[in-house]
C-alpha cells in the first residue's frame, strides 16, 4: 500500500543503472555484515561444495548409462590408459551417485543455514540503526517524509535487501560457478556441436529478452492502476463512517468500479503479451532443439560422439542455461537490492539530534526567559510565525497565552521544547541558554499534555507508565487519583490493566486527558506545559480535569495555552498573542479592566456565549 508511482519510477531508474555512488552506498550498507563474515565464508564454501556435487550427477548418470551399453565406465578419460579409474559394474555407480546425493543434502542445508544466520543477524541490526536513526531525528525529518514512506523503509527496502543477502547473492556465485564449470565441460564434450548451440540460442535470448522487458512494463502499469484502485478502498474503509452518513455508498461502488475495469483491461493486455510470449518460446525454443538433435544425430553417426557424451552434453547445456537465466533474474534482485542500500543510507546519513540512553537529569529550577524570539518555520522560511516575542516566567509561576487560532501560541511551546532551531533572539533556562542544556535533560525537565492525547496501545497501566518508567504500582495510583482519574479507571473491571488503544478499549476525550495529566504527574516535572488542555470538555469534565490539572501545576511552572478564559482566571500572567505579537500582558483583573483590549473582547463574547 505504501508503494508509491514515484517509488516505482524509482525503481526503474535503480534498475537502469549501476552508477559509481550506487556501489558505494551499497557497500557501505555491506560493512553490517562485517561481524557475520565467518558465516557468510562458511556458508560460501557450502555454496561451493554443492555446486560441484551437483555438477557431477550427469557425468556419473550418463557413467550407468555407458555400463547399460555393456561398456566400461572411465572416470575422467575417454580409455582405460587415461582414466582415473574404471567401474565395470552399475552398483558402484549408484553407490557414488548416492554419496554425491548425500554430500549435496548437507552442503545445501548448512549453506541456506549459514547464509540466513549471517543475514538475519545483519538485518536485525541493521534494522535496529533505522530505527534508532529515526526515532532520534529532529522534528522537521518527520514534516517532510512521509511516515508510510519511512515505515516501508524499515519494511520493503529491508526485506529486498534479506533477499539479496540471503539467497541472490549465493545463488549469484552458484550460477557463475555452474555457467563456467558446465561450459567448460560442454566444450570439452564436443566443441562443434556447442559452436551449433552459440549459433542459434543467443539471438532467441535477446528477441525474449526484449520481449520480456515489455512484458514487465505492461505488468508494472497494471500494478499501478491496482495501486489506484487499492486507495479507494482504503480510503472508503477508513472513512466509512462518512460513505455511509453522506449516502454515497453508489458513488464509491461506481468510483471502484471504474478502477477495477481499467484494471481488467491492462491485465488483458498484459496476458495478450504474455501469451505470444510463450508460443515464441516454444516454437523458437523447439524449433532450434530439433535442429541440434538433427545436428547431434549426425555426430553420433560419424562417431564423434557417443550417447553418454551425447546425454552429458544435454545434460550439462539444461545447467548452463538454467544458469544464464537466473543470471539475469537475479542481476535484476542485486539492483533493487542496491536500490535499497541506497534510499537505508540516505536515512542512517542524518544527523541524529537526540541518542539512545537513560536520562538522568539534573532537575530545573524552572525559571523561562523568551528573548526577542523571531520564528518561522523551516518548511515555510518566507513566513513569519513569531515576532519580537519577550516573556519571563519565575520558577513556579503560571502564565497562559491566549489569541485566536493561528497566532502562534503552539509554536511557542514547541521552541521550548527545542523542537525547531531558533531563527532570532535566544530562550533562557534558569538563566543559561537553553542550548546549553542537553538536548534530552532539557525535554525530561518539562511534561506536556496535549489537546490530541494519543494513547499507546497497551494498559492503562503502561499509558501512565510513559510518564516515568520505573513508576511503582503506588506512584501509579497516586497519580491517577491526582488526576482524578481513578474514578473511572476502577470501573473497568480490569482497572489499570485494562487494554486501550487502536486495539483495546475506546476512551473518551476527557478519560484521555485524565492519563495523559496523570502521566504528567508521575514524571514530576519543573515544567508544564498545558496545550489546551480541556478545550473539548463538557462542563463536567472541565470540572474534573481542571481540579486535576491545578493539582498538577502546584509548585511548577506553568505555561497553559487556553482558548476557554475560565480556566486561567488565576494565572500570574496572561499574554496575549496576535498575530505572532505579544498584544497585551497582565493579570486577568488588569485586562479585563482594559477598554477595547483584544482580552477584554474576547472575555465579553465568551461571557455573552455562555
Ligand atoms: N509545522 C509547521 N510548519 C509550518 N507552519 C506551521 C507549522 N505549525 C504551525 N504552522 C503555522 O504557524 C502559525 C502558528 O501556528 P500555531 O500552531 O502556533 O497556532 P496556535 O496559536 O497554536 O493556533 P490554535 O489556537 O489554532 O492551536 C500558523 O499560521 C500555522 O499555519
Ligand atoms: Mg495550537
Given at each position: 500500500m505504501a508503494r508509491s508511482k514515484s517509488d516505482d519510477a524509482e525503481e526503474i531508474k535503480e534498475h537502469a543503472k549501476l552508477s559509481k555512488s550506487t556501489l558505494n552506498t551499497g557497500l557501505k550498507i555491506f560493512s553490517y555484515t562485517k561481524p557475520y563474515r565467518t558465516y557468510y565464508i562458511v556458508g560460501m564454501f557450502f555454496l561451493i561444495l554443492s555446486t560441484f556435487t551437483v555438477m557431477g550427477l550427469p557425468y556419473f548418470l550418463t557413467g550407468l548409462t555407458e555400463l547399460a551399453l555393456n561398456k566400461p565406465f572411465f572416470v575422467l578419460g575417454k580409455?582405460?590408459?587415461?582414466?582415473?579409474f574404471i567401474i565395470n559394474d552399475k552398483f558402484t555407480v549408484v553407490k557414488i551417485l548416492m554419496v554425491i546425493l548425500l554430500l549435496q543434502a548437507i552442503a545445501s542445508f548448512l549453506r541456506v543455514y549459514t547464509f540466513s544466520q549471517a543475514t538475519e543477524r545483519t538485518l536485525a541490526d541493521l534494522r535496529g540503526a533505522i530505527y534508532n536513526k529515526i526515532i532520534t531525528l529532529p522534528s522537521p525529518f518527520f514534516e517532510n517524509n512521509r511516515i508510510g514512506e519511512l515505515t516501508s523503509r524499515l519494511s520493503s527496502d529491508v526485506s529486498n535487501l534479506q533477499e539479496v543477502l540471503s539467497i541472490t547473492i549465493a545463488e549469484f556465485f552458484r550460477q557463475i560457478f555452474t555457467f563456467i564449470i558446465g561450459f567448460g565441460l560442454v566444450l570439452f564434450i564436443s566443441w562443434k556441436l556447442m559452436l551449433w548451440v552459440l549459433f542459434t540460442i543467443p539471438p532467441l535470448v535477446i528477441i525474449a529478452f526484449f520481449f520480456g522487458k515489455k512484458i514487465k512494463k505492461i505488468a508494472k502499469e497494471t500494478q499501478q492502476i491496482l495501486a489506484k484502485s487499492g486507495i479507494i478502498v482504503e480510503e472508503t474503509f477508513t472513512a466509512i463512517a462518512m460513505v455511509k452518513a453522506y449516502t454515497n455508498e453508489n458513488f464509491e461502488s461506481k468510483r471502484y468500479k471504474v478502477a477495477i475495469k481499467e484494471v481488467m483491461k491492462r491485465a488483458m493486455k498484459s496476458a495478450i503479451f504474455r501469451g505470444s510470449f510463450i508460443s515464441f518460446i516454444i516454437v523458437g525454443l523447439f524449433g532450434i532443439l530439433v535442429f541440434l538433435a538433427w545436428k547431434a544425430t549426425g555426430y553420433v553417426q560419424t562417431g564423434d560422439l557417443n550417447i553418454s557424451d551425447l546425454l552429458q552434453f544435454v545434460f550439462y547445456s539444461i545447467f548452463i542455461g538454467g544458469s544464464i537465466a537466473g543470471l539475469g533474474e537475479n542481476y535484476g534482485r542485486i539492483m533493487l537490492g542496491l536500490g535499497a542500500t541506497e534510499r537505508i543510507s540516505e536515512i542512517l546519513e542524518y544527523e541524529s539530534e537526540t541518542q539512545i540512553r537513560v536520562i538522568n537529569p539534573t532537575k530545573f529550577e524552572g525559571k523561562i526567559e523568551f528573548k526577542e524570539i523571531s520564528f518561522s518555520y523551516p518548511s515555510r522560511?518566507?513566513?513569519?510565525?513569531?515576532?519580537e516575542i519577550n516573556f519571563t516566567v519565575q520558577p513556579g509561576q503560571k502564565i497562559a497565552l491566549v489569541g485566536?487560532?493561528?497566532?502562534g501560541k503552539s509554536t511557542i511551546i514547541q521552541l521550548l521544547l527545542r523542537n525547531y532551531p531558533l531563527n532570532k533572539g535566544n530562550i533562557l533556562i534558569d538563566d543559561k541558554d537553553f542550548t546549553a542544556y542537553d538536548i534530552q535533560d532539557l525535554r525530561a525537565n518539562t511534561a506536556i499534555v496535549p489537546q490530541e492525547v494519543i494513547l499507546f496501545g497497551g494498559t492503562i497501566r503502561d499509558n501512565i507508565c510513559?510518564?516515568?518508567?520505573?513508576?511503582t504500582d503506588e506512584e501509579i495510583l497516586i497519580a491517577a487519583k491526582k488526576a482524578n482519574a481513578t474514578e473511572f479507571i476502577e470501573r473497568?473491571?480490569?482497572?489499570?490493566n485494562t487494554l486501550v488503544g487502536e486495539r483495546g478499549l475506546k476512551l473518551s476525550g476527557g478519560q484521555k486527558q485524565r492519563i495523559a495529566i496523570a502521566r504528567a504527574i508521575l514524571r514530576d516535572p519543573a515544567i508544564l506545559l498545558l496545550?489546551?488542555?480541556?478545550?473539548?470538555?463538557d462542563a463536567e469534565s472541565e470540572k474534573l480535569v481542571q481540579s486535576a490539572l491545578n493539582a498538577l501545576m502546584e509548585g511548577r511552572t506553568t505555561i497553559i495555552v487556553a482558548h476557554r478564559l475560565s480556566t486561567i482566571r488565576n494565572v500570574d500572567e496572561i499574554i496575549v498573542i496576535d498575530h505572532g505579537k505579544i498584544a497585551e500582558k497582565g493579570t486577568h483583573q488588569e485586562l479585563s479592566n482594559k477598554e477595547n483590549g483584544i482580552y477584554n473582547n474576547l472575555l465579553r463574547l465568551q461571557f455573552s456565549v455562555n
Open positions: 580409455n582405460a590408459q587415461d582414466a582415473l522560511p518566507e513566513l513569519p510565525v513569531l515576532n485566536s487560532s493561528g497566532a510513559y510518564g516515568k518508567l520505573d513508576a473497568f473491571p480490569e482497572g489499570l496545550d489546551e488542555a480541556t478545550s473539548s470538555l
